[in-house]
């Protein structure tokens, strides 16, 4: 019996001294795709909320011309020349980014970091997100919205409600939804 327990334990010792140890396991093809993707463009270090705040705030005229973000309700899209990615977004959360404007906007569905413009850059302004089951305020802060119009926000998942923002002497408000079918891209709330 003593030698069966002895060649079963030099048999394990042979063959885990067969693997290096050094070598990690391979990662899924998705996974080194979306790795090598947030590389080429200086997206590696962050997580996707980071490269959704990142994207949404760089400058309209430092904006890359070979990359698409596209912000779904539960994941982040990217697409360039090398192909399609999609990002989980944090359980829970969804990022919703509006553009207030006062004389015209642009229809949108679902927010592009890298392609939409708003009217308002870089200005101050009050938001207010209202969920509506609750009637608790989500956000309630003062802010300026980026330059490319928007000012965009991480809220909980499934829900829906109001936004009310207001800048100078002028307000205006609009509904909004995180559920599976609404808008993170909100364009439709003018202010007079």
């Not at 002895?6 to 990662?27: M, N, R, Y």
């Not at 779904?72 to 090398?82: A, G, K, M, N, V």
């Not at 359980?91 to 927010?111: L, M, N, R, W």
Request: proline fraction near 4%; charge should be negative; include cysteine.
């Amino acid at each position: 019996m003593r030698k069966i327990v002895l060649a079963g334990l030099a048999l394990v010792l042979a063959v885990s001294g067969c693997s290096t140890g050094a070598s990690e396991p391979e990662q899924p093809a998705e996974r080194t795709a979306a790795a090598d993707l947030l590389s080429q463009h200086g997206l590696s270090d962050m997580d996707v909320s980071e490269v959704i705040d990142h994207l949404d705030r760089v400058p309209a005229a430092e904006r890359s011309k070979s990359l698409m973000a596209s912000v779904r309700t539960d994941q982040l899209l990217l697409t360039d020349e090398s192909g399609d990615v999609a990002l989980d977004l944090p359980e829970g959360k969804s990022y919703i980014s509006i553009a207030p404007f006062v004389d015209q906007t642009h229809e949108c569905f679902f927010h592009s970091l890298t392609t939409c413009l708003g009217e308002m850059g870089d200005e101050p302004v009050e938001v207010t997100i209202t969920d509506s089951a609750t009637g608790e305020d989500v956000i309630d802060e003062k802010t300026r919205t980026f330059d490319n119009g928007f000012v965009g926000f991480w809220v909980p998942r499934g829900i829906s409600g109001t936004i009310e923002i207001s800048s100078d002497s002028q307000s205006g408000s609009t509904d909004f939804s995180t559920k599976h079918d609404g808008a993170t891209c909100i364009t439709d709330l003018q202010l007079s």
